[in-house]
């Protein structure tokens, strides 16, 4: 009913209480292809399904290196993807100029949670049309972290933003007590079961379409693409079966 009257910027409340452009905007992060991310009390995983425009076209970039503590996984508008990683590659690059450190991870998702805020509350702008998941490791022990685009962050131990992401979130409620004490090599498995579940019917993960990342103690950050995904996927059709016997 009041949609038409409020929806024309991302500084009007509608009598509901809803800003309707946020609301878009979180719609954008649902058309994306699924990302899923993961820790455990040593490393911390991103596994993501790439998407390709069309046969003739390479796939897109899913997962971002920001530092070498810190990456990203993208859902959503990519070029508003791009925009967030310079800016968060500029806050790591300044940390590491003025202050001698690292970014904390921490610090690095509210810079971005108040940079995407303030887009809700100025006339003229709009909310970033993109979701993200956030992981680093820093003096504290592995983090992840989800960005949306209202601005709220929030730290989880797995969490899934995307299509069908719902299918991989109940895969991670149902195992994340165990995350803690798995290894790296177990835990990136882990993310590729629950990955498999956002998939549509007929399709499945190859090494084509997907992307991993992974961070922590004494292992950079490091993203796997093509046939460096292909032991890990080896691993999770292994698992599977050994699962059906």
Request: net charge negative; aromatic share 8%; proline share 3%.
């Given at each position: 009913?009041?949609?038409?009257?409020?929806?024309?910027?991302?500084?009007t409340?509608?009598?509901?209480?809803?800003?309707?452009?946020?609301?878009?905007?979180?719609?954008?992060?649902?058309?994306?292809?699924?990302?899923?991310?993961?820790?455990?009390?040593?490393?911390?995983?991103l596994?993501?399904?790439?998407?390709?425009?069309?046969?003739?076209?390479?796939?897109?970039?899913?997962?971002?290196?920001?530092?070498?503590?810190m990456?990203?996984?993208?859902?959503?508008?990519?070029?508003?993807?791009?925009?967030?990683?310079?800016?968060?590659?500029?806050?790591?690059?300044?940390s590491?100029?003025?202050?001698?450190?690292a970014?904390?991870?921490?610090?690095?998702?509210?810079?971005?949670g108040?940079?995407?805020?303030?887009?809700?509350?100025?006339?003229?702008r709009?909310?970033?049309?993109?979701?993200?998941?956030?992981?680093?490791?820093?003096?504290?022990?592995?983090?992840?972290?989800e960005?949306?685009?209202s601005?709220?962050?929030s730290?989880?131990?797995?969490?899934?933003?995307?299509?069908?992401?719902?299918?991989?979130?109940?895969?991670?409620?149902?195992?994340?007590?165990?995350?803690?004490?798995?290894?790296?090599?177990?835990?990136?498995v882990?993310?590729?079961?629950?990955?498999?579940?956002?998939?549509?019917?007929g399709?499945?993960?190859?090494?084509?379409?997907?992307?991993?990342?992974?961070?922590?103690?004494?292992t950079?950050?490091?993203?796997?693409?093509?046939?460096?995904?292909?032991?890990?996927?080896?691993?999770?059709?292994?698992?599977?079966a050994?699962?059906?016997?």
């Amino acid at each position: 009913m009041f949609r038409n009257q409020y929806d024309n910027d991302a500084s009007t409340w509608s009598p509901q209480g809803c800003i309707f452009q946020v609301d878009y905007a979180s719609e954008a992060v649902k058309q994306g292809t699924a990302v899923v991310g993961l820790k455990s009390k040593t490393h911390v995983v991103l596994v993501a399904v790439k998407r390709s425009p069309s046969e003739l076209a390479s796939y897109q970039k899913k997962i971002i290196r920001i530092d070498d503590h810190m990456g990203i996984a993208v859902a959503g508008l990519t070029s508003d993807a791009r925009v967030l990683s310079n800016y968060l590659r500029t806050e790591a690059m300044r940390s590491k100029m003025v202050y001698g450190r690292a970014l904390p991870v921490g610090r690095a998702v509210s810079a971005i949670g108040d940079k995407a805020q303030t887009n809700t509350q100025e006339y003229g702008r709009r909310p970033y049309g993109v979701g993200l998941l956030v992981i680093g490791h820093d003096d504290t022990g592995p983090h992840l972290y989800e960005f949306s685009p209202s601005g709220i962050v929030s730290e989880y131990y797995g969490y899934s933003i995307g299509a069908r992401s719902q299918s991989a979130r109940t895969n991670l409620e149902r195992n994340f007590e165990r995350f803690e004490e798995l290894s790296l090599q177990e835990l990136v498995v882990q993310g590729l079961r629950a990955l498999r579940d956002t998939m549509p019917q007929g399709k499945q993960l190859d090494s084509m379409n997907t992307s991993i990342g992974f961070v922590g103690m004494d292992t950079k950050m490091t993203i796997l693409d093509g046939d460096g995904t292909q032991p890990y996927l080896d691993q999770l059709d292994e698992a599977e079966a050994m699962d059906t016997e």
